[in-house]
C-alpha cells in the first residue's frame, strides 16, 4: 500500500514510464506548441530535484517554489515531496514592477514558513537576484532554477523516510477574511483527500479505461488548492493524463478551455463560477458549431458561490455543443481539509432549492440555493452552533464543522488559531466521548444529507438586530440589472455612528452602461429594499475587474469594504448616500 504521493510516482513510473503524465499548452490553444511530460521523465526530475535538496541538507525544511505557469513547477513540487522537504507554493511576482501584490505575499510567506531555498523558474530567479539587495528576507536563502539542476543529479536521490504523519506542504489560504495563514497538509492527508475526490468525482478504473487515460483539462493556477489537489495531484494519484494551460491564456481568451475540453475530451474540467460566466460572455455562434462537449462528464463548480442563474444559462447555450446539465458538479472545500469535503453525484443534475415564497427572491428560480453534494467516503460534516457547542437539526444554518483524515494538522507555527480552527469539539450522544472537528468558519444546512453554503461568518451583516447574508443582498443586486457583472458584487456593512452599522453595496459595472449608473444604482435600492427590507447606505459602482478578489476568485469583501473607506475605489458613478 502506498504510504505517499512519492510510492506512488515509483509505482507508475516503473509500470507505464512512457505514459504522458501532464500535457501544457504552451499559448493556451489547442492546435498550438505542446509540451508533454512522461510518468519516467516526471520521476527523473523530480528525483534529480529531490537530491539536489537532500545533498544540501535542506530534508525537514521549507522550500519556496515560485515558478511560472508550466510543467517546472509539478516537477519541484514533487521534488519537495521526493526529498522530505516541505513546498510551499507561491506566485512568482512579474510584470509591472515585480506585481507589488505579489511580491508583498511572497515577502510575507518566505518570513512565515521560515523558507530556507527558493526553487523557481530561471527568469523568476533572475529577478529575484537583481531584487536582493532591496529584499532582506532573500538573506541566506538559497535560490536555484529548478532547469538548472542537471538530470545526472538524480543517481544520488535517497527514499525519504515518510509517514502519514509527515509535512507534505504548506498551503497558504487565499485571506479572503484575514491574513493568509499556512495550512499544515501531511502526507496522510494528501492520500486521503486524492481518494475522496476520486470516489466523488467518479474517477474509477473503468471510467479511466473508458477515457483512454485522458482525465482531466484544467486552466486552474497550481498554487492554489483546487488546481493542486485535482488536476496535477488527482491525475499522479491514479497514474493518468492531464491537459494544462496558464489562467493568464484562460483569461485572455476563456474560449480556449472549451476547445481543450472539445480536442482532448477529458472526464473532469471545472473552476469557480465566474469562469462559467466568462464563458458565456464570449459564447458566438462561431465558437458553438466548433465545440463538442458531449464528453465531458464532470464539469465541477466551487472556490465561490455556485449561482443557480449561471448553470441554467450555461446548459441552455452550451447544450448545442454537447454540454449536459447533469455535468454540473457544485462542490465544497477548503484548504484546512486539505482540498474536497463534499461533491455531487455524477451524472446527476445540481439539487437547487428554489426561495420560500414568504422570503427575498421568491418565485425566482435563478434565485435557487445551490447544493454542494454530500461528504466524501470517511467525511463527516455536521452544522453546528458554536457558542453552545451543539449539533443542529438538519434544515438549521449554522457553522459547518468537519471531521476525517482529509483535516490538516493546523496552521505552522500558530498554536492559537491552530486550538481555535482545528479542535473544535462535540460530544458523541452514543459514547459520550467527544469527536473532533474542523471550525470552517463557513454557514450552512443540511437538508437530504446534502449541504448548502449560505455565506462567511466573519461577512454576516447584521443590522437592527437582523441578520443579512452578503451572498443574498449581492445576488438581489446583481438581478437588478443586466448591466452589472455576475459575481462581481461585494456587500458588507460599515459602523455610521449613532446611527448603528449600515450596509453598503459595491458593483462592477459593465462600460457600455456608464451613462446608466444613477438608474443603476436605484435599482439596486430598490431590489434590496423590496427582497430584504433593508435601506442601503451607500451604491458605488466601480471599474471591471477592480473588486479585489483571493486567486479563487472569492470576492474579498474587508478588502472592498478598507478600500471604500480610504475612498480608494475605481468608481464609475457617485456613491448616493441616504
Same mark, same amino acid.
Given at each position: 500500500?502506498?504510504?505517499?504521493?512519492?510510492?506512488?510516482?515509483?509505482?507508475?513510473?516503473?509500470?507505464?514510464?512512457?505514459?504522458?503524465?501532464?500535457?501544457?499548452?504552451?499559448?493556451?490553444?489547442?492546435?498550438?506548441?505542446?509540451?508533454?511530460?512522461?510518468?519516467?521523465?516526471?520521476?527523473?526530475?523530480?528525483?534529480?530535484?529531490?537530491?539536489?535538496?537532500?545533498?544540501?541538507?535542506?530534508?525537514? +525544511?521549507?522550500?519556496?517554489?515560485?515558478?511560472?505557469?508550466?510543467?517546472?513547477?509539478?516537477?519541484?513540487?514533487?521534488?519537495?515531496?521526493?526529498?522530505?522537504?516541505?513546498?510551499?507554493?507561491?506566485?512568482?511576482?512579474?510584470?509591472?514592477?515585480?506585481?507589488?501584490?505579489?511580491?508583498?505575499?511572497?515577502?510575507?510567506?518566505?518570513?512565515?514558513?521560515?523558507?530556507?531555498?527558493?526553487?523557481?523558474?530561471?527568469?523568476?530567479?533572475?529577478?529575484?537576484?537583481?531584487?536582493?539587495?532591496?529584499?532582506?528576507?532573500?538573506?541566506?536563502?538559497?535560490?536555484?532554477?529548478?532547469?538548472?539542476?542537471?538530470?545526472?543529479?538524480?543517481?544520488?536521490?535517497?527514499?525519504?523516510?515518510?509517514?502519514?504523519?509527515? *509535512?507534505?506542504?504548506?498551503?497558504?489560504?487565499?485571506?479572503?477574511?484575514?491574513?493568509?495563514?499556512?495550512?499544515?497538509?501531511?502526507?496522510?492527508?494528501?492520500?486521503?483527500?486524492?481518494?475522496?475526490?476520486?470516489?466523488?468525482?467518479?474517477?474509477?478504473?473503468?471510467?479511466?479505461?473508458?477515457?483512454?487515460?485522458?482525465?482531466?483539462?484544467?486552466?486552474?493556477?497550481?498554487?492554489?488548492?483546487?488546481?493542486?489537489?485535482?488536476? *496535477?495531484?488527482?491525475?499522479?494519484?491514479?497514474?493518468?493524463?492531464?491537459?494544462?494551460?496558464?489562467?493568464?491564456?484562460?483569461?485572455?481568451?476563456?474560449?480556449?478551455?472549451?476547445?481543450?475540453?472539445?480536442?482532448?475530451?477529458?472526464?473532469?474540467?471545472?473552476?469557480?463560477?465566474?469562469?462559467?460566466?466568462?464563458?458565456?460572455?464570449?459564447?458566438?455562434?462561431?465558437?458553438?458549431?466548433?465545440?463538442?462537449? +458531449?464528453?465531458?462528464?464532470?464539469?465541477?463548480?466551487?472556490?465561490?458561490?455556485?449561482?443557480?442563474?449561471?448553470?441554467?444559462?450555461?446548459?441552455?447555450?452550451?447544450?448545442?455543443?454537447?454540454?449536459?446539465?447533469?455535468?454540473?458538479?457544485?462542490?465544497?472545500?477548503?484548504?484546512?481539509?486539505?482540498?474536497?469535503?463534499?461533491?455531487?453525484?455524477?451524472?446527476?443534475?445540481?439539487?437547487?432549492?428554489?426561495?420560500?415564497?414568504?422570503?427575498?427572491?421568491?418565485?425566482?428560480?435563478?434565485?435557487?440555493?445551490?447544493?454542494?453534494?454530500?461528504?466524501?467516503?470517511?467525511?463527516?460534516?455536521?452544522?453546528?452552533?458554536?457558542?453552545?457547542?451543539?449539533?443542529?437539526?438538519?434544515?438549521?444554518?449554522?457553522?459547518?464543522?468537519?471531521?476525517?483524515? +482529509?483535516?490538516?494538522?493546523?496552521?505552522?507555527?500558530?498554536?492559537?488559531?491552530?486550538?481555535?480552527?482545528?479542535?473544535?469539539?462535540?460530544?458523541?450522544?452514543?459514547?459520550?466521548?467527544?469527536?473532533?472537528?474542523?471550525?470552517?468558519?463557513?454557514?450552512?444546512?443540511?437538508?437530504?444529507?446534502?449541504?448548502?453554503?449560505?455565506?462567511?461568518?466573519?461577512?454576516?451583516?447584521?443590522?437592527?438586530?437582523?441578520?443579512?447574508?452578503?451572498?443574498?443582498?449581492?445576488?438581489?443586486?446583481?438581478?437588478?440589472?443586466?448591466?452589472?457583472?455576475?459575481?462581481?458584487?461585494?456587500?458588507?456593512?460599515?459602523?455610521?455612528?449613532?446611527?448603528?452599522?449600515?450596509? *453598503?453595496?459595491?458593483?462592477?459595472?459593465?462600460?457600455?452602461?456608464?451613462?446608466?449608473?444613477?438608474?443603476?444604482?436605484?435599482?439596486?435600492?430598490?431590489?434590496?429594499?423590496?427582497?430584504?427590507?433593508?435601506?442601503?447606505?451607500?451604491?458605488?459602482?466601480?471599474?471591471?475587474?477592480?473588486?479585489?478578489?483571493?486567486?479563487?476568485?472569492?470576492?474579498?469583501?474587508?478588502?472592498?469594504?478598507?478600500?471604500?473607506?480610504?475612498?480608494?475605489?475605481?468608481?464609475?458613478?457617485?456613491?448616493?448616500?441616504?
Amino acid at each position: 500500500m502506498a504510504r505517499s504521493l512519492v510510492d506512488l510516482l515509483t509505482t507508475h513510473a516503473s509500470t507505464h514510464p512512457d505514459r504522458t503524465a501532464y500535457r501544457y499548452l504552451v499559448t493556451g490553444d489547442s492546435d498550438g506548441e505542446t509540451q508533454e511530460l512522461s510518468y519516467g521523465r516526471l520521476a527523473d526530475r523530480s528525483r534529480a530535484i529531490a537530491a539536489w535538496l537532500q545533498e544540501r541538507g535542506l530534508a525537514g +525544511s521549507r522550500a519556496m517554489l515560485l515558478h511560472p505557469p508550466g510543467l517546472e513547477f509539478i516537477c519541484g513540487y514533487l521534488g519537495c515531496l521526493s526529498a522530505g522537504v516541505a513546498a510551499v507554493p507561491g506566485v512568482p511576482p512579474q510584470g509591472r514592477a515585480q506585481n507589488h501584490r505579489a511580491l508583498t505575499r511572497m515577502k510575507r510567506l518566505i518570513a512565515d514558513a521560515d523558507a530556507k531555498v527558493i526553487l523557481g523558474g530561471r527568469e523568476v530567479i533572475a529577478a529575484l537576484d537583481t531584487m536582493a539587495e532591496h529584499l532582506p528576507e532573500l538573506d541566506g536563502i538559497a535560490r536555484i532554477a529548478t532547469e538548472d539542476i542537471p538530470d545526472e543529479a538524480a543517481a544520488a536521490w535517497r527514499e525519504p523516510e515518510l509517514t502519514a504523519d509527515s *509535512v507534505a506542504f504548506l498551503q497558504y489560504t487565499s485571506g479572503s477574511t484575514s491574513a493568509p495563514r499556512g495550512v499544515v497538509v501531511t502526507h496522510g492527508n494528501l492520500l486521503d483527500n486524492e481518494r475522496v475526490i476520486t470516489e466523488r468525482m467518479g474517477h474509477t478504473p473503468d471510467t479511466i479505461a473508458e477515457y483512454g487515460h485522458e482525465l482531466i483539462v484544467s486552466w486552474l493556477p497550481v498554487y492554489h488548492d483546487m488546481g493542486l489537489m485535482g488536476p *496535477v495531484l488527482n491525475t499522479m494519484y491514479l497514474g493518468t493524463t492531464a491537459t494544462l494551460f496558464s489562467p493568464l491564456h484562460f483569461l485572455q481568451q476563456p474560449a480556449r478551455w472549451l476547445k481543450a475540453v472539445s480536442r482532448f475530451r477529458p472526464h473532469t474540467s471545472g473552476g469557480p463560477n465566474f469562469a462559467y460566466e466568462l464563458c458565456l460572455k464570449h459564447a458566438g455562434p462561431d465558437l458553438l458549431d466548433d465545440l463538442d462537449l +458531449s464528453s465531458w462528464k464532470v464539469a465541477f463548480n466551487g472556490a465561490e458561490p455556485v449561482r443557480a442563474a449561471t448553470l441554467r444559462r450555461f446548459a441552455e447555450t452550451f447544450g448545442e455543443a454537447g454540454f449536459r446539465r447533469e455535468a454540473f458538479y457544485p462542490c465544497y472545500g477548503l484548504a484546512e481539509a486539505t482540498l474536497m469535503v463534499t461533491g455531487g453525484s455524477v451524472d446527476t443534475p445540481p439539487t437547487l432549492l428554489e426561495p420560500a415564497g414568504n422570503g427575498p427572491h421568491a418565485g425566482e428560480a435563478d434565485a435557487s440555493a445551490v447544493g454542494c453534494g454530500r461528504p466524501g467516503p470517511g467525511v463527516t460534516v455536521v452544522i453546528a452552533a458554536p457558542e453552545r457547542r451543539e449539533e443542529l437539526p438538519e434544515g438549521e444554518v449554522g457553522e459547518i464543522w468537519v471531521g476525517g483524515a +482529509s483535516v490538516a494538522k493546523g496552521y505552522w507555527r500558530n498554536a492559537l488559531a491552530t486550538r481555535e480552527t482545528f479542535r473544535a469539539a462535540l460530544p458523541d450522544a452514543l459514547t459520550g466521548q467527544e469527536r473532533r472537528f474542523l471550525r470552517t468558519g463557513d454557514l450552512g444546512f443540511l437538508r437530504d444529507g446534502e449541504l448548502f453554503v449560505t455565506g462567511r461568518r466573519k461577512d454576516l451583516i447584521v443590522i437592527d438586530g437582523r441578520n443579512h447574508y452578503p451572498q443574498d443582498l449581492e445576488l438581489s443586486a446583481e438581478l437588478s440589472h443586466p448591466a452589472l457583472r455576475p459575481g462581481c458584487t461585494a456587500a458588507f456593512s460599515v459602523d455610521c455612528g449613532t446611527e448603528g452599522e449600515q450596509a *453598503v453595496v459595491v458593483a462592477e459595472l459593465s462600460p457600455d452602461a456608464v451613462g446608466e449608473a444613477e438608474k443603476v444604482i436605484d435599482l439596486i435600492r430598490s431590489a434590496i429594499g423590496e427582497a430584504h427590507g433593508l435601506s442601503v447606505r451607500d451604491v458605488v459602482l466601480v471599474q471591471p475587474g477592480t473588486i479585489p478578489k483571493t486567486s479563487s476568485g472569492k470576492i474579498q469583501r474587508r478588502a472592498t469594504r478598507a478600500a471604500h473607506l480610504d475612498g480608494t475605489l475605481a468608481v464609475v458613478g457617485e456613491p448616493s448616500a441616504v
